[in-house]
């Protein structure tokens, strides 16, 4: 049987409060959400002034980049490039701003920010996993 490690609300805390201090050291207003590895919502923040379409964006951008194992990001790239039918994947939302949380090669979850440019919400995402990671 093999053994894995997982996400703990303790890592949740952790980065959301990493992701949340690099927003607001830029100045941004934006939704958190970090996800387990099925793309199931474990912690959630909306900082004073996201809107509450980031919140359901932030959540969308992470089951993406948690089911799939890649960043969102990835996805939007391929739309960009002319694979049109991405958009059609289910659960899939291609817009930058969800990263995968990846642990000894395995992801073990993921986080979604939205509430600014997308490549802003993506910096304020691996900022949440660094964190984690260090």
């Known amino acids: 049987m093999k053994t894995r490690p997982v996400l703990t609300q303790e890592d949740c805390l952790k980065i959301s409060a990493a992701a949340e201090a690099e927003a607001r ?3 941004w207003n934006v939704a958190v959400a970090i996800l387990d590895d099925g793309g199931h919502l474990m912690h959630f923040a909306r900082m004073d002034g996201a809107t ?3 919140a359901g964006i932030a959540l969308e951008k992470g089951r993406t980049a948690a089911i799939s194992r890649r ?3 990835v996805w939007e790239e391929m739309v960009k490039g002319g694979r049109t039918a991405m958009i059609k994947m289910p659960g899939i939302l ?13 992801c073990i979850g993921a986080v979604g920010v939205s509430g600014v440019q997308s490549h802003q919400d ?4 691996q900022a ?5 990671l260090k």
């Open 25 to 27: 050291k830029n100045k």
């Open 52 to 54: 509450p379409a980031n």
């Open 71 to 73: 960043s969102s990001g």
């Open 94 to 106: 291609p817009v930058q701003g969800g990263m995968p949380i990846v642990v000894e090669g395995t």
């Open 122 to 125: 993506e910096q304020i995402a």
């Open 128 to 132: 949440g996993i660094d964190a984690l």
